[in-house]
């Protein structure tokens, strides 16, 4: 197994069925002037449903027997959004969203990876959306759902669409989203599971729980094939293939499409 980054510049939209994924802003993490100091500022991702539900959908908080399990899937109907950056970047994700066609009045579900400013700081931009941050899931007006979130138990999206508990970098209650079926196979939008590709000499000095964000790193790779890093731009999990080529043949997975460009297929 290896990694290479997934070359493009954002917005990098890798299409798929029943979900596509669009990184709308690459997080970055930058040493700036003299000591410690850092700029950073996370990845922020969109998961776009091929058919989207009715734009009212979202605004009703189920109140029947289905609990949190119905409501995810309800919520998931609409345009989801991994992680919002920081406040800073307000500006930047209203224009990376526009760019896509949609207003955070459309955004039905927020997803939080984990409680850290630069990934959350800009919640406040859709009060209309469900909300599901580290393990804290509620419906719009705050209404909290239990729901049985844990390293052996995913949250149930959709269709190939799930939410699994990914702990380590901010303590017990990261969480990942996992997204099959795109034209590059399984994206993993993962937070600070990985700060970024080639991590591995610096990513334990900034976990709370470096043996429970080992465990995660090895789940997330086992699955993955592209996976959208915390802090750098997406990479590519590469796996030796043990069987021949057919005639013909080669990878017939479709190339990600970086702004107005169309994908190709090689």
Not at 237 to 257: D, H, I, M, Y
Request: charged letters at 20%; proline letters at 9%.
């Amino acid at each position: 197994m290896r990694t290479e980054p997934l070359c493009g510049a954002s917005p990098l939209l890798v299409p798929g069925d029943p979900y596509s994924v669009v990184v709308l802003l690459q997080g970055y993490a930058e040493p700036e002037g003299v000591g410690d100091a850092v700029r950073a500022d996370g990845s922020v991702t969109l998961v776009l449903p091929q058919t989207r539900g009715p734009a009212s959908s979202h605004r009703e908080s189920p109140r029947g027997s289905g609990g949190a399990e119905a409501a995810l899937e309800e919520a998931a109907r609409g345009p989801i959004l991994v992680d919002t950056g920081g406040p800073w970047a307000r500006e930047a994700l209203l224009g990376a969203l526009a760019g896509q066609g949609v207003a955070p009045g459309d955004v039905t579900l927020v997803v939080g990876t984990h409680g850290h400013s630069d990934h959350i700081g800009n919640l406040g931009l859709f009060p209309g959306a469900a909300l599901l941050v580290s393990h804290d899931f509620c419906l719009p007006g705050g209404r909290y759902l239990p729901h049985g979130l844990g390293e052996g138990q995913p949250l149930r999206l959709g269709p190939g669409l799930e939410v699994w508990a990914t702990p380590g970098h901010g303590g017990q209650r990261d969480v990942s989203v996992v997204v099959a079926g795109t034209a590059l196979g399984t994206v993993v939008v993962a937070g600070d599971v990985f700060e970024r590709d080639g991590d591995e000499d610096s990513w334990q000095a900034l976990s709370e729980d470096p043996a429970a964000q080992e465990r995660s790193r090895k789940r997330v790779l086992v699955v993955a094939d592209v996976v959208v890093p915390g802090h750098g731009p997406p990479f590519r999990v590469l796996r030796e293939a043990l069987q021949p080529e057919t005639e013909g043949g080669g990878n017939s997975q479709q190339e990600p499409v970086v702004g107005d460009e169309e994908p190709a297929l090689h």
